[in-house]
């Protein structure tokens, strides 16, 4: 059986005992626990001057090939144009770009290192797998370095319309080096369709039937692989840290008030100002929710060096204050507001205590924490999920309370629905969507990826 290797910019650390935020790490984490590999990144350090000699770990069947970035690569590679030049343009938030010369540099100087690092790592039997936006043009570097196994790429994150790509500097580049590889998968077919119309309309590619594409004088396959969760080990997980002592003292706590319950980075793709003044709102239309509701939002700083994070940061922390300055009163407020990160455990065990998931961001690739939540719920007496229809999630998820991400009124409407929600309405949801989980569950997403990219055409 041939050995894979993963290759993503964000790696944990794995002897770390800071739990990962962050889908990718979540996902593949599980991936290659199962099947065992080599995961070859950026070690989340960084050094003086650039380094292009991996270090080399293992830890629970996983060989780990590292590097750190140095403050220059951190600075216009991570920070500028993989998140202040790429992650804005393809959360479709032109607004939020900030380009730089110097950013595109960066960009082409790290994959160039990375390819250095890893070329000599590749045995002639390996499958390799490339994870998302830092590292799209991986496949051509390798390849101008001999390496002539497969490679796939998933792109973790929403591919953005056209006219929104064409005003990325760049954009054709990214196109042309993504068209190297052997598969490209998507989270949902509105990206893929989004790629194909890009790779058409800005580099002559040619889509020959659905999931074939030419490209020059060589053909690549795309695909849609929805990444899951592991449902089995997250029920069960659910079930058991509910009588943790940190989920228990929560749930004293709050007796008999209904908990509405969200868990993001603090990134400014989830939406998470239109999710506070939605509070706001649901305590001013219901006021027989004030007292009896309480919204725990956490939301872990992340990128927080770049001034949209660290701005946003600040905008949320003077709302929360404000909602709870205006409706809170001497034993209750509306909201709890953490910035910080939380064993996985402790997350399985909130979602089950809670009443309403509440996952809105205003674009997202997939977002794992909807369905995490659906995972956790008690079958016999399960919590309703609202999720924005801009969520990768929502393909899958259509038993949700879907809502416009941007319309604090109807999020509203809909936190008072789910919570007024009848017991026999609750499972019936709760069943048809479990149904879709194990069917798109975290195993099925990484087999049918590397099946598919086994089986490419030439
Ligand atoms: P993204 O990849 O954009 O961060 P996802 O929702 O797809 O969004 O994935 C986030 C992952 O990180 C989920 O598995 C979630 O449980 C985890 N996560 C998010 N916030 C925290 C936190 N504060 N503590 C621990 N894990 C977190
Ligand atoms: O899934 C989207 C994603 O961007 C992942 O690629 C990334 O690992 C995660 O969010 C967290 O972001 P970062 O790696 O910048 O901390």
């Not at 305590?283 to 007292?291: A, F, K």
Request: aromatic share 8%; with cysteine.
């Amino acid at each position: 059986m041939s050995r894979l290797v993963v290759a993503s910019n964000r790696v944990p650390n794995p002897r770390g005992s800071q739990p990962q935020a962050g889908g990718l790490a979540v996902a593949l984490s599980g991936a290659l626990r199962r099947n065992g590999g080599l995961w070859f990144g950026w070690n989340g350090q960084l050094s003086q001057t650039a380094v292009s000699r991996p270090r080399m770990d293992q830890a629970e069947g996983i060989d780990y090939a590292t590097l750190p970035l140095s403050k220059d690569d951190y600075d216009d590679f991570y920070l500028g144009y993989s998140n202040a030049v790429i992650w804005p343009v393809f959360h479709f938030n032109l607004g939020a770009m900030s380009y730089e010369r110097r950013y595109s540099e960066a960009y082409a100087r790290v994959n160039d290192l990375f390819a250095d690092a890893l070329a000599p790592l590749v045995e002639p039997d390996d499958v390799i797998w490339v994870h998302d936006y830092h590292l799209m043009p991986m496949a051509r570097e390798l390849r101008e370095r001999g390496v002539r196994q497969r490679i796939g790429f998933f792109l973790h994150i929403p591919f953005p319309d056209y006219d929104v790509l064409r005003a990325m500097p760049g954009h054709r580049r990214l196109l042309e080096d993504l068209c190297r590889y052997d598969l490209l998968g998507f989270q949902t077919e509105n990206d893929r369709h989004a790629f194909e119309e890009s790779a058409s309309r800005a580099v002559g590619a040619l889509v020959e039937t659905s999931g074939v594409v030419r490209h020059r004088n060589r053909r690549l396959r795309t695909g849609v692989y929805p990444v899951g969760v592991d449902v089995d080990e997250l029920a069960d997980l659910s079930r058991r840290t509910l009588t943790a002592p940190r989920v228990r003292r929560l749930l004293d706590g709050l007796g008999e008030r209904d908990l509405v319950v969200g868990v993001d980075r603090l990134d400014y793709s989830k939406g998470l100002e239109q999710r506070l003044r939605a509070v706001e709102a649901l305590l001013q239309d219901y006021p027989h929710r004030r007292g009896h509701t309480v919204m725990m939002q956490i939301a872990s700083p992340s990128r927080s060096s770049i001034s949209e994070y660290a701005d946003l940061r600040q905008r949320l922390e003077g709302l929360a204050g404000h909602i709870n300055g205006s409706y809170g009163d001497l034993d209750w407020a509306p909201i709890h507001y953490l910035n910080r990160t939380f064993a996985r455990g402790s997350l399985m065990g909130l979602y089950r205590a809670a009443r309403v998931g509440l996952v809105t961001p205003l674009r997202d690739g997939m977002n794992l924490v909807a369905k995490e939540f659906v995972t956790s719920q008690d079958p016999d007496n399960p919590g309703v999920l609202v999720l924005s229809e801009l969520a990768g999630a929502a393909a899958e998820l259509e038993d949700a309370i879907l809502v416009n991400p941007y319309d604090v009124d109807a999020i509203a409407a809909a936190i008072n629905a789910a919570l007024a929600m009848p017991l026999p309405e609750r499972r019936r949801r709760h069943q048809r969507m479990m149904n879709r989980l194990r069917e798109n569950a975290i195993d099925v997403w990484e087999k049918r990826f590397l099946d598919d990219l086994h089986w490419h055409i030439a």
